[in-house]
């Protein structure tokens, strides 16, 4: 759980982020071509644009409805079924996602300039009318509440965990559902993520005593469900993401299908799972060793990286 002042950092190191994504392609594109342009950045412009939707939705609605109401919807609505999804099932997922997002309070615009059309998104603007400004300090963004934001303004960020009691950000943590619809991010903005996995469908098997199955990659995302050491799952994407904690490293997350009733969707650490392929590779290795006399034993005195080969140059 975040603090707000935290999960006010959080967009702005997506949005810094998001600066590397091409500013000619839109949301879906991006989205579609993200293996053969080589980038991962449009999960972090998905997750501004998710925010700004959130932001926008909540203040139409005078904070009735949120972005959590429209993923609930197209979870309940267009959950998909069986493993048989080609890719007209998947351009058409792409199509209810954007119409879905569409319909709510006229913001069929909104839609049409962040999603389906190209843009660069200029923050400070987009934040403004919320009572939020956006910074450059040294070369990190800075989201904080504005000074003069109106009762209304304030009203809204409450229901994002905002206290203005002492004209500050607040203490307390947040851990309703406000916070984790603002950063739904692809799974609820964009089903087109769906696009590569029929070409690079690959199962995986949870080694981590537990872990969790979660609505996205950013740090206050939704838990969807607990997965068990020996747990089989199915890896529909792949993408490396900056650390929160040292944006100069990466962090690999799949996206991954549980094997349960509801063949949950959503993103886990790889540290957590062991490819399918990975595993047959180090079975066979077992299998061609299996003759070979150990010559002493050890024990190791802290965390350590076992490979299929004496390098380092892959993660296998």
Partial sequence: MLTFAEFLNSIARAYDSSKTEAADLSLIEASARRFTIGRASVYSKSQVVAFLYDLRLRSLSHNKKSLADVYRKLGREHRATGDDAGAAKI???TEVASSELSAELGSEEFVRVFIREPVSINLPAELAPFGLK????????QITVNESASK?????????????????????????????????????????ACS?????????????????????TAVV????????????????????IPDPSDNSKKERWFRVRARDEEKTEGWIEARNIMPESVLDKARKLADEDKSIQPQATGQLHAGSNLRLSPDRTNNE
Wanted: hydrophobic fraction near 45%; charge should be positive.
């Fill in 91 to 93: 351009n058409n997922g």
């Fill in 196 to 216: 590569a996995i029929a070409s690079r469908n690959n199962t995986g098997v949870v080694v981590a005593r537990s872990a969790q199955i979660r609505s996205s």
């Fill in 152 to 192: 209304q303004q304030r009203d809204l960020l409450r229901q994002l965990g905002y206290n203005d009691a002492s004209r500050v950000t607040r203490l307390k943590q947040i851990d309703g559902p406000g916070a984790k619809a603002a950063l739904v991010v692809l799974a609820a903005l964009l089903l087109s």
């Fill in 134 to 141: 956006a910074e450059l300090v040294g070369l990190r963004t």
């Fill in 221 to 240: 995302a939704a838990d969807l469900l607990e997965v068990t050491r020996g747990d089989a799952i199915d890896i529909l994407d792949t993408v490396d």
